[in-house]
């Protein structure tokens, strides 16, 4: 019996160093956005910089919608009638209060400025057109948006857009490499959730 609990415990312990460990390694995220040839969004991670191996954790492709079976169309009517129907005793079970969560909307903008801080830009990337019904207005957005493209804010960041005053949309990619370590991200978090949910109740 002693034996088991001393094994037990060394795997608890292992488990809360392996933790520590991994919120203590920088993240380096991969975010990519693109229009063609399909509208696409992808987010990859890493723990460490250059050849390790990237772990996918979303990606997302959308473009014409496309017909329904009527059998699943029925199956969705029949689970959005049961889950209208279930709202008054998920609004019973609700433990979080109305003002707990106007609390926790308005500590928003100081967490975020805790938390930008710690995340930095390794490299990002705009390149696309765009164009509008009048020619004009796609000219006179351009002009507009000229300052920003072609000042130099941050030799990181690349931005190339033209206009184009032959068809109407939007197209291009955007891609940006960044990387936050993932404790200073949490220390923030907990001291928010500690004032909002212990300190306060």
Known sequence: ??????????LIAGLIVLVVILVCIPVYLTMVVKSEPVSAFCLEAR????????LLLITRQWGASRQKPAEEYQSER??????TQSEPQKKRRRWISQNRILG???????????????????????????????PADTGRIFGQISP???TP?????SVAVKP?????????????????TPIRLVIPTMRLLWREFVVRS
């Open 1 to 10: 019996m002693l034996t088991v609990l001393f094994v037990l415990l060394w």
């Open 47 to 54: 723990l460490i910089h250059g050849s390790a191996p990237r």
């Open 78 to 83: 029949r689970r959005a009638h049961t889950k």
């Open 104 to 134: 926790l909307i308005r500590a928003i903008p100081q967490l975020l400025s805790e938390t930008l801080s710690a995340i930095h830009i390794d490299h990002a990337s705009i390149q696309g057109e765009f164009g509008l019904s009048d």
């Open 148 to 150: 920003f493209i072609y």
């Open 153 to 157: 804010f941050n030799r990181k960041v």
């Open 164 to 180: 184009n005053f032959e068809t109407v949309g939007v197209r291009g990619q955007a891609e940006a490499v960044l990387h936050f």
